[in-house]
């Protein structure tokens, strides 16, 4: 029981509990009211009937922690209770889980979350600057293949080791953590500005360089690095880390260190919205295809048309294939975009034939690389033409040269899969890739589709014309056709 009167605090009475952990004493002396007298003189000044807070006794790892209730006395006098209740044990437990749900149990270090509270807590002081701190994320490339062959302790290993080394190259407060799989989060201070960040960097790649003894295997490990400046415009500590992780993508691309951008940021973001966009149109079989002719230049007459896809946005803008086919294939749409053109080109050959009869017209069909990777074309195609009625023979399909040379193998019984139902083989956009004689004679192609950009302008270049003559005289000689 305390006493408050005129603003001086006594000790009137104290059990013996509070002896044995000597908060006890006589008046005003008694420890107790040292530690927490001037929140019993704001109670008494104020007119709740009671007051709950934790208080922290003792500043050592032994400190303990209490409970406080203050209560009014009964009698209407000056006096309040004051309850202590040992909360230690609870508060221990709770800061040992929430140790733990921060950080990474492989190898020690502050977790994804336990990385963004300690970066909240930077953005959040007054005092610093943003412009003197940033996050760079290392992530490792091909670790899976580590995993894969070698195994997840191989992996473990690898991953405490790279902690170890990564850690040797930073300075006195710098924060390392583990936010990912193979992915690492430095949170760094700029004291000569952000050519620290480069300094940093080019540390951590040479350290890394130096290969990894992995039981009886020499592993080298590469890495990409990207970087996010504090100075760089955002809402939270997570929108830091997220765009230093897309200039580490960028890193992956380019293989240098990549600062963030904040214009490539924009574009990515686009790119994600048209990539919905056109998922949505593929669902709703929104698309079109615009039949482009092929002409005979010996006669003159119409031989095949080729299909092309267009889309026209919910907005009614046309959206270039340009813009929307590297969309498609980087986001694996273009398996059932083309699908849908193999099926929609077969019909659209048929229905022409129904309502003008067989002129003996071709279809062109472009099929790209990933969907031969993964998906069957043979099987695909065999449905397309029995469900349309039309012949083999009156259907091309386009390769790229990469497709080709992907996996030449399965390629090649994809190939031969397709010459059996009679299928037209023809390489696209030829002289831009990789291919070479050998794969010219060994896959069973029909004919070669000359790039544009052989016979744009062709009659006021020499070298073009060269090389057109050299393409046709080639073809020639292995039994083919040639477009361009």
Same mark, same amino acid.
């Given at each position: 029981?305390?006493?408050?009167?005129?603003?001086?605090?006594?000790?009137?009475?104290?059990?013996?509990? =509070?002896?044995?952990?000597?908060?006890?004493?006589?008046?005003?002396?008694?420890?107790?009211?040292?530690?927490?007298?001037?929140?019993?003189?704001?109670?008494?000044?104020?007119?709740?009937?009671?007051?709950?807070?934790?208080?922290?006794?003792?500043?050592?790892?032994?400190?303990?922690?209490?409970?406080?209730?203050?209560? *009014?006395?009964?009698?209407?006098?000056?006096? /309040?209770?004051?309850?202590?209740?040992? /909360?230690?044990?609870?508060?221990?437990?709770?800061?040992?889980? %929430?140790?733990?749900?921060?950080?990474?149990?492989?190898?020690?270090?502050?977790?994804?979350?336990?990385?963004?509270?300690? @970066?909240?807590?930077?953005?959040?002081?007054?005092? &610093?600057?943003?412009? !003197?701190?940033?996050?760079?994320?290392?992530? @490792?490339?091909?670790?899976?293949?580590?995993?894969? /062959?070698?195994?997840?302790?191989?992996?473990?290993?690898?991953?405490?080791?790279?902690?170890? %080394?990564?850690?040797?190259? @930073? !300075?006195?407060?710098?924060?390392?953590?583990?936010?990912?799989?193979?992915?690492?989060?430095?949170?760094?201070?700029?004291?000569?500005?952000?050519?620290? +960040?480069?300094?940093?960097?080019?540390?951590?790649?040479?350290?890394?360089?130096?290969?990894?003894? =992995?039981?009886?295997?020499?592993?080298?490990?590469? /890495?990409?690095?990207?970087?996010? #400046?504090?100075?760089?415009?955002?809402?939270?500590?997570?929108? @830091?880390?997220?765009?230093?992780? #897309?200039?580490?993508?960028?890193?992956?691309?380019?293989?240098?260190?990549?600062?963030?951008?904040?214009?490539?940021?924009? *574009?990515?973001?686009?790119?994600?919205?048209?990539?919905?966009?056109?998922?949505? +149109?593929?669902?709703?079989?929104?698309?079109?295809?615009?039949?482009?002719?092929?002409?005979?230049?010996?006669?003159?007459?119409?031989?095949?048309?080729?299909?092309?896809?267009?889309?026209?946005?919910?907005?009614?803008?046309?959206?270039?294939?340009?813009?929307?086919?590297?969309?498609?294939?980087?986001?694996?749409?273009? &398996?059932?975009?083309?699908?849908?053109?193999?099926?929609? +080109?077969?019909?659209?050959?048929?229905?022409?034939?129904?309502?003008?009869?067989?002129?003996? &017209?071709?279809?062109?069909?472009?099929?790209?690389?990933?969907?031969?990777?993964?998906?069957? &074309?043979?099987?695909?195609? $065999?449905?397309?033409?029995?469900?349309?009625?039309?012949?083999?023979?009156?259907?091309?399909?386009?390769?790229?040269?990469?497709?080709?040379?992907?996996?030449?193998?399965?390629?090649?019984?994809?190939?031969?899969?397709? $010459?059996?139902?009679?299928?037209?083989?023809?390489?696209?956009?030829?002289?831009?890739?990789?291919?070479?004689?050998?794969?010219?004679? $060994?896959?069973?192609?029909?004919?070669?589709?000359?790039?544009?950009?052989?016979?744009?302008?062709?009659?006021?270049? *020499?070298?073009?014309?060269?090389?057109?003559?050299?393409?046709?005289?080639?073809?020639? +000689? =292995?039994?083919? $056709?040639?477009?361009?």
């Amino acid at each position: 029981m305390i006493e408050h009167d005129a603003g001086v605090l006594t000790a009137v009475e104290m059990n013996r509990p =509070l002896r044995v952990l000597g908060l006890a004493g006589e008046g005003d002396a008694a420890p107790l009211l040292r530690q927490i007298g001037a929140r019993v003189s704001a109670f008494a000044a104020s007119d709740a009937a009671s007051n709950d807070f934790i208080w922290q006794y003792g500043d050592s790892v032994d400190c303990r922690h209490y409970q406080v209730h203050l209560a *009014r006395s009964t009698r209407g006098d000056n006096r /309040c209770l004051v309850t202590l209740i040992d /909360c230690t044990g609870e508060r221990r437990t709770e800061q040992n889980l %929430r140790r733990e749900m921060l950080t990474d149990a492989l190898s020690g270090l502050p977790n994804r979350e336990g990385f963004v509270e300690t @970066l909240e807590t930077l953005i959040a002081e007054p005092s &610093v600057d943003n412009e !003197r701190y940033a996050v760079m994320i290392v992530n @490792l490339d091909r670790f899976n293949r580590v995993n894969a /062959c070698l195994g997840s302790l191989a992996g473990d290993e690898l991953l405490i080791t790279v902690a170890r %080394r990564i850690r040797g190259a @930073l !300075r006195g407060g710098d924060v390392l953590a583990r936010i990912g799989g193979d992915e690492f989060a430095i949170m760094l201070t700029l004291d000569q500005g952000r050519q620290d +960040a480069d300094h940093l960097a080019k540390r951590v790649l040479t350290t890394l360089s130096t290969p990894f003894r =992995l039981s009886d295997f020499e592993i080298r490990v590469s /890495c990409s690095i990207g970087v996010a #400046f504090g100075g760089d415009p955002v809402d939270d500590a997570e929108d @830091l880390v997220r765009h230093a992780q #897309f200039a580490t993508k960028r890193s992956k691309v380019s293989g240098e260190v990549e600062a963030y951008q904040p214009q490539a940021f924009d *574009r990515a973001r686009a790119e994600f919205g048209l990539e919905t966009a056109l998922r949505r +149109a593929i669902d709703a079989q929104s698309l079109t295809l615009a039949y482009q002719p092929i002409v005979d230049l010996a006669s003159g007459r119409i031989v095949a048309f080729e299909a092309l896809a267009r889309w026209r946005s919910d907005g009614g803008s046309d959206v270039g294939p340009g813009a929307f086919i590297p969309v498609a294939e980087e986001s694996g749409l273009i &398996v059932p975009l083309g699908r849908w053109a193999l099926r929609e +080109a077969v019909a659209t050959l048929a229905a022409w034939d129904a309502r003008g009869g067989d002129r003996s &017209v071709k279809m062109a069909v472009n099929v790209s690389a990933i969907q031969l990777q993964r998906d069957n &074309v043979p099987q695909l195609v $065999k449905q397309a033409l029995e469900a349309s009625g039309i012949a083999g023979h009156r259907l091309t399909l386009e390769l790229t040269e990469s497709a080709l040379i992907a996996d030449p193998d399965r390629i090649a019984q994809i190939m031969q899969a397709l $010459k059996a139902l009679d299928v037209t083989l023809a390489m696209d956009d030829f002289g831009t890739g990789y291919s070479n004689l050998a794969n010219l004679q $060994k896959l069973p192609i029909d004919v070669l589709k000359m790039d544009r950009s052989f016979v744009t302008g062709m009659l006021a270049d *020499r070298d073009k014309i060269a090389i057109t003559r050299a393409i046709l005289s080639l073809a020639q +000689a =292995l039994g083919m $056709k040639t477009t361009a």
